[in-house]
């Protein structure tokens, strides 16, 4: 089915919560298949959730691993300790990322996650969003002897410094992108014997551009009063289609129908709870680990998150609504990657330039 | 006669170690008295191209905490308690008015804590530059020097601005030649400290290390070369004791008391101790573009580090190599707490002692801690149970 023609009519009753129905089925689709490639032993890279390069890995048919979403899930459903035991008791101290302590003990286990196994890594892929990031994959390297690739994306310098496209600066960071981007693709051949093919690159470019403008579309919907979601707690599910599905014409179909689903109550009026009296604006992620009664806590006041910078960062940045030019797919991915890559980082580090404007 | 040769070298130690532990920047502020109108421009650790400083005729300050001697207080209310001591004292060595002769504050992405400094350090120091200094993260791509030298070409042209003035080539060249020959000078109080530790602790060499990071480097040349002078006619007897190597002090540095203890019982032969000053580890070329020699150095002439990855130089590798240079038998694995890449490093090193069965301590501090009993018993046993091996 195309995107652009209209979804089957629906009850109404169907279209309303479909997102959410629809998210937890691909996600359980997706681990699913993890659980296969683990059994299969099919080549799999492990990207973080800021700058996953989904786009160039995918055109390898690489199984994508979101280390993040594996440790996050493990604390939503409330088994962290047992692996951050495990990987205390290996050595790492409690001043570490519980994400890293949390995966570290995943796989000191055997990589059996509560949501299915986990494939080892062929390559792993850490942007420098995070500085933890290449310190995580260090650890991969050295359990499994797998390629790491530090996909370097340039981020702000101070206080509002910022480059525009054109500008020198901003090119001369796009060179330095779009170079590793050709070694990374160097580095995918190695990895799984595939030559690479410069059209799935741009089919997969293509995907995200649909995706990028219907999410932009539903984070712009929840301007509504009341907000058709919670950003905080469905925001989570959508998030994980966005990482996991991105460059697939399934995550973009997925975000076409959440977009006509907001779109729906927007028209009918309906929000998250009954009475919405006080509307939240979410910065640093939820405590998952107690997920259910951090969203009540603000529920039961009548507060919604109607926005959240979490889905601005760890969704990849998409919220912008960016839009490749395929016709020039890596110039245009470097481009992007630095553009949304610096939103996220500039986002935690120069909070101050980004929090006055959303 | 004795008597004098050793005060000969205590009359260069001593003011060294004054100024390692004085936390109102003594020399800073006599070197802005002398040179009015001139400028002072902060870093943060681990390694800063201090070249680019020294040829604007500014002079480079390392901002690398305040260990015990100042408390946190307004700086706490600015960030988190889970954030190493380094990073607070630092800034609240701003807060607290200390570095206010400072014109500009520069942090690298060492690590998100580091990077996260230049935007807190902007936002409440008003009218400083306060940026980030960008060294690539990606040391295997093909780009990484290039680019890197450009970076420079950014700083240096932000330097140009604070300083009023043209940086040339040949006051580059200039710098390098003085660096270069600082970093000699400092490989050879290392040699001394491997060679014949009784003559040189590490403590002694540490402090005259740092003396460089609140001076001109010419001063501290000549300090260093009248130390190194000194050194062979000091009395010393060598002492049946384990020879160890200190990995752990890159970035937030251990008490100077931490390392005595240590040093009432072993040798340290090596260390990474103020790592950045040493980072670079032969002579940066003197010709062709400067900033491009400095670019290409970082990388291609170096040591390594915890906060750096470098598919070339793995750090479990790294350390077993400057164990065996330094014909170390055991080695002192310390971490500054809630240092991420520290701690992170820190587990795998010791999985790799533990196969090649070297023998090593875990140490964890913090700058500021004052404390130091338990830590010498766990020394004195670590020590003990290697004698007696
Ligand atoms: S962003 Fe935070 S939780 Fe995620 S890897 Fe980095 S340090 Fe860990
Ligand atoms: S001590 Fe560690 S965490 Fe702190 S600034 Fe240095 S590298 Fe970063």
Known sequence: ?358 | MAVQVRSAFEAILSPCSELSEDVTYPSVKRWRESHPGGHAIGHFQVYFPEELIHAAGMLPVTLMGAGSRLEAKQADSHIGSFICSICRTSLELGFSGRVGFLDAFYTTPICDVARNLAGIWGRNFKGMTAEILYLPQNANAKQAVPYLRDEYARVLAELERISGRPIEEADLRRSIGVYNENRRLLRELYRYKRETPWLLSTTEAYVLAKAGTVMPREDHNEILRSALAEIPNREGRRQDRVRVVFEGGFCEQPPLDMLQLIEEACYIVDDDLLIGMRWITDDVPETGDPLYALAESYFERSTYSCVQHDDRKPKEEMLLRRVEASGAQAVILAAAKMCEPGLDEQVAYQKTLEAKRIPFLLLDFEEKMTAFERMRMEVETFVESILFD
């Open chain 1, 1 to 358: 089915m195309s995107v652009t023609q209209a979804p089957a009519p629906q009850k109404e009753g169907e279209l309303v919560g479909r997102g959410r129905r629809d998210g937890n089925r691909l996600f359980k689709e997706w681990y699913a298949e993890l659980d296969a490639a683990a059994e299969g032993g099919d080549p799999s890279a492990y990207v973080f959730v800021m700058g996953s390069a989904a786009e160039v890995l995918k055109a390898f048919d690489l199984n994508l691993v979101f280390p993040e979403i594996n440790s996050l899930q493990m604390a939503v459903r409330k088994v962290s300790l047992e692996y951050l035991n495990k990987a205390e008791d290996y050595g790492y101290s409690t001043d570490v990322c519980g994400y890293v302590k949390a995966d570290v003990g995943m796989h000191l286990d055997g990589r059996k996650h509560p949501n299915g196994r986990i494939p080892k890594p062929s390559i792993v892929v850490a942007t420098n969003m995070c500085n933890t990031y290449v310190k995580w994959v260090e650890i991969w390297q050295r359990m499994y002897g797998c390629k790491v690739f530090v996909l370097d994306i340039p981020g702000q310098r101070g206080i509002g410094w910022s480059t525009e496209p054109g500008s020198e600066q901003f090119e001369n960071d796009r060179r330095y992108v779009q170079s590793q981007l050709e070694e990374l693709i160097e580095a995918c051949v190695a990895v799984t014997g595939k030559p690479f093919k410069i059209e799935r690159l741009q089919e997969n470019l293509a995907h995200v551009n649909r995706m990028a403008a219907d999410w932009s579309a539903v984070l712009k919907l929840n301007q509504n009063i009341p907000a058709p979601f919670n950003a905080m707690a469905d925001g989570l599910t959508y998030m994980g289609v966005l990482s996991a599905y991105r460059g697939t014409e399934t995550g973009a179909r997925y975000m076409a129908e959440l977009r006509e689903e907001m779109e729906h109550k927007v028209r009918l009026g309906l929000g998250t709870i009954a009475e919405e009296r006080f509307r939240l604006h979410g910065v640093g992620p939820a405590c998952y680990s107690y997920f259910r009664r951090f969203l009540e806590l603000f529920q039961d006041w009548g507060a919604v998150y109607v926005n959240s910078e979490y889905l601005a960062y760890a969704g990849g940045g998409l919220d912008l609504g960016i839009q490749f030019d395929v016709e020039r797919p890596l110039e245009s991915l470097a481009e992007q990657l630095l553009i949304t890559g610096r939103r996220s980082m500039s986002n935690m580090f120069f909070s101050q330039d980004q929090l006055a404007d959303t």
